[in-house]
């Protein structure tokens, strides 16, 4: 299958200021297999090395002269380690993160070679052994689950992922070809984006049984790790309280009441943390929305917590695939918790592969009417709200609330109608009308909203 991350590991090679390339990501997410298919296509050699495997191994890294390790290496290995021609891979790092501090030392006496270390839990072993990132010497990159145009590539409609990247406001779509696509992103929906599930479907011919065989597993994975996350003020206890409740809460604020009432908030709190770490699970945290960075104004006791895929979701969820892959309106299973899960997903997707990853959703508490904005984001230096309705309707009620205290005249909405962009009134809450510009994508247009968006704020 196809990974937008290969263009970013491209320009890392070819890139004559390059850094060693840490690449980050949750297990299960096809970093060692984009590794190895990047070798492949680039590299006359690959010299990898699995710690978690073969955890020996680091002790060929106690010199801080990269030269003498190379050597060592080669010997060990049979490997030739030539700059330009071989790529040096670090797999499951985190099983032996001092090898982290020689990153350093190959950045500044062995710029020529390309090293790419890779690790999921990586900084829960940072957490556990204290030992400094080697900060200014590394670069990052960052993997999740595969997009819906990295979906329908392996689902043999390559020609409509382009199709879509190509897509202009103001070009017609077709109604059989919106049917054709919202039937695709449904598929999505219930199979995810993690590479085993998709390989599973697609290699049967949508294979439904095998891709929830693929993602139960998946799930089990993720289970059975939590004795390395588990440690100083958490217990694996917490992380399964935890782990199964972030599914349940899916689209509301986060309670620690939900997950346990009797257990400590404290070690609900340390074992939602550890998950994160573990990018497992992403906080949306709720941001006041007055400037940039949101991060500045982020709320961290009040967030929204999403999964790591929405396949996943419907799993934990127990919602059954098949049935889901025939209902007439999928993503308002839930209450619409898997629309604002999907959506995320491809938010989160659709960044740059070296950029960090954040969510952001704002609300308003009153007696009189509450209001709540699913996903915030920075579009031309402004706060956009960004609406998720599950169908082709839906109030906006609280996104022009968000306009009004903002001052602001410019929102987005996901949802399951044909595109559109329409500019508008809404009533202000001083009873006023206001002019409102709204760009209203289909699901399968959220990968790229982001320059659709742009096109248009000017």
């Known amino acids: 299958m196809r990974r937008e991350a290969m263009s970013a590991l491209l320009r890392w090679k070819d890139n004559k200021r390059r850094k060693p390339l840490m690449l980050r990501g949750a297990r299960q997410v096809g970093k ?24 020996e191994r680091a002790s060929l890294f106690r010199s801080n002269d990269p030269n003498a390790i190379c050597r060592l290496l080669t010997a060990r290995t049979g490997v030739p380690l030539i700059p330009g021609r071989t790529l040096l891979f670090l797999d499951e790092i985190q099983e032996t993160p001092e090898v982290l501090t020689c990153l350093r030392y190959f950045k500044e006496e062995m710029p020529g070679l390309h090293v790419v270390v890779a690790g999921s839990l990586l900084e829960l072993a940072l957490e556990r052994v204290r030992i400094p990132m080697p900060v200014g010497r590394v670069q990052f990159l960052f993997l999740e689950p595969l997009s819906f145009p990295e979906f329908l590539e392996a689902r043999g409609r390559g020609a409509l992922a382009s199709w879509l990247a190509s897509w202009r406001i103001g070009d017609d779509v077709p109604d059989d070809l919106h049917t054709d696509l919202m039937g695709l992103i449904g598929e999505y929906t219930v199979v995810g984006g993690l590479p085993e ?40 206890d917490a992380l399964r309280r935890i782990y199964a409740s972030v599914p349940r809460q899916a689209g509301r604020k986060f309670k620690y009441s939900v997950a346990d009432r009797d257990m400590r908030s404290r070690e609900l709190s340390v074992a939602l943390d550890r998950l994160c770490k573990a990018r ?7 941001c006041a929305g007055n400037g940039l960075p949101m991060g500045a104004e982020a709320d961290d006791r009040a967030f929204k917590a999403a999964f790591i ?56 508490e009153s007696p009189q009417s509450n209001a709540e904005v ?30 009004s205290e903002k001052h602001q005249d410019f929102g987005i909405r996901f949802n399951g109608a044909k595109p559109s962009w329409v500019e508008t009134l809404f009533t202000d809450i001083d009873g006023t009308k206001k002019p409102f510009r709204l760009l209203s994508l289909p699901h399968y247009l959220a990968p790229h909203w982001r320059h659709l968006a742009e096109s248009v704020i000017g």
């Open 197 to 236: 599930s998709v390989d599973a479907f697609c290699a049967g011919g949508g294979d439904w049984a095998a891709s929830a065989a693929a993602v139960r597993s998946v799930l089990e994975t993720y289970s059975l790790d939590f004795g390395k996350y588990a440690g100083v003020g958490v217990s694996i």
């Open 374 to 403: 699913d996903f915030l984001a920075a579009v031309g230096g402004r706060i956009v709200p960004i609406e998720i309705k599950a169908g082709a309707t839906g109030s906006l009620r609280s996104m022009h609330r968000f306009l």
């Open 280 to 286: 497992v699970v992403t906080k949306i945290r709720q």
């Open 309 to 364: 895929d929405v396949g996943m979701l419907c799993a934990a969820c127990g919602l059954d695939m098949a049935r889901l892959a025939d209902a007439g309106d999928l993503l308002l299973v839930n209450s619409g918790a898997v629309a604002e899960q999907l959506a995320g997903q491809m938010m989160l997707a659709a960044e740059p592969a070296d950029a960090p990853r954040e969510l952001f959703y704002w609300t308003r």
């Open 32 to 55: 060692t297999w984009l590794v190895r298919e990047f070798a492949r296509e680039r590299f006359d050699h690959l010299l990898e090395i699995n710690f978690e495997r073969a955890p």
